[in-house]
């Protein structure tokens, strides 16, 4: 079983960055399609984005629209989310999740590992 931890959650204003970080197992960060989802109080989680093995990513275009950048370091075992820009509505448990390389990288159900969530919550 993949354990995944993200951190870099936090309380920030409208128009701020946050970077999210999901650091794993070398096998889990590097040989999987890695996603990170999103979940808003009373909402459905949400694809935000994902990075493959190989490197194509893939966005929730109507969702981040160009403001998020997906990304991916070997060398520390760790997945990035950088988040530019960020509304009140961003506001939710950010989850990263660790998926077979060819699944559906937009379907939540084609990832067997996840990690525990961290909270961002942006001001007005």
């Known amino acids: 079983q993949a354990q995944l931890v993200e951190s870099g959650g936090g309380l920030v204003q409208a128009g701020d960055s946050l970077r999210l970080s999901c650091t794993g197992p070398?096998?889990?960060?590097?040989?999987?399609?890695v996603g990170w989802f999103r979940q808003a109080p009373g909402k459905e989680r949400e694809f935000v984005a994902a990075i493959s093995r190989s490197g194509p990513r893939a966005y929730n275009d109507e969702l981040v629209k160009g403001r998020f950048t997906i990304s991916r370091d070997n060398a520390k075992n760790t997945v990035y989310l950088q988040m530019n820009s960020l509304k009140p509505e961003d506001t939710a448990v950010y989850y990263c999740?660790?998926?077979?390389?060819?699944?559906?990288?937009?379907?939540?159900?084609?990832?067997?590992?996840w990690g525990q969530g961290t909270q961002v919550t942006v001001s007005s």
């Open positions: 070398p096998r889990a960060v590097m040989w999987y399609t």
């Open positions: 999740a660790a998926a077979e390389p060819g699944s559906p990288a937009r379907v939540s159900g084609s990832y067997d590992h």
